[in-house]
């Protein structure tokens, strides 16, 4: 099996990109986040590679990562999750914001992605639940927090925190983060206005 692929970049599709590695170009199908972080054409690139292999075909995904390869694993575990749509939700949220989105069972922020609606939503956020991709590249903010909160399910006083944070302008990874400092010294039953004040100055250190 391709584990990874090392070559220039040699074209872009819509979904996919052409990988040459020693005169033979590799197809790999991508989200749309990894296609824009790859370089351009004639440039050397790494893509992280998961090979699907079925009876009429075998074909190639890439991811610019190992944190999104790991993801694009687990989110096909939960049914009505293919590769495309699959690709789609790492197309719409970086694997930080994704593991943020399960640990404070946000199906608003999974369901941004195309082709995944409400029920899915809920699907994913309610099985995945506790489910992080045990590699250092995850964002240890959100790792903090699900330790902090047992099952990675947030209280509504957590959730209410991290979202008032984000409607400020921080990202959910930075939100998430500060939260979970402050609930580790405060305690998880801590009201939402501490906890929103409380995260701020985390945020301003």
């Not at 054409?41 to 009876?55: D, K, N, Q, S």
């Not at 939260?179 to 405060?186: C, W």
Request: charge should be neutral; glycine fraction near 12%.
């Amino acid at each position: 099996m391709i584990g990874k692929l090392k070559g220039l970049v040699d074209s872009f599709g819509e979904d996919h990109v052409l990988i040459d590695v020693g005169g033979v170009c590799y197809e790999a199908y991508c989200s749309g986040k990894t296609l824009q972080a790859l370089p351009r054409v004639g440039e050397a690139a790494v893509v992280f590679i998961e090979t699907y292999v079925r009876e009429d075909m075998i074909r190639l995904f890439g991811f610019a990562s190992e944190a999104e390869k790991a993801w694009f694993n687990i989110l096909m575990t939960v049914q009505g999750v293919g590769a495309r749509v699959a690709l789609a939700i790492l197309s719409a949220l970086t694997p930080s914001e994704l593991s943020s989105a399960i640990a404070l069972q946000d199906k608003a922020m999974v369901g941004r992605a195309n082709g995944v609606g409400p029920k899915l939503a809920q699907r994913i956020v309610t099985e995945l639940k506790g489910k992080v991709p045990a590699i250092g590249a995850v964002d240890a903010g959100v790792l903090g927090l699900q330790a902090a909160l047992g099952e990675g399910i947030a209280g509504g006083n957590v959730a209410d925190a991290v979202s008032a944070l984000t409607n400020l302008g921080y990202s959910s990874a930075q939100a998430s983060a500060a939260v979970a400092r402050v609930v580790a010294k405060e305690g998880e039953g801590t009201a939402t206005e501490r906890l929103i004040r409380l995260g701020l100055k985390e945020l301003s250190v």
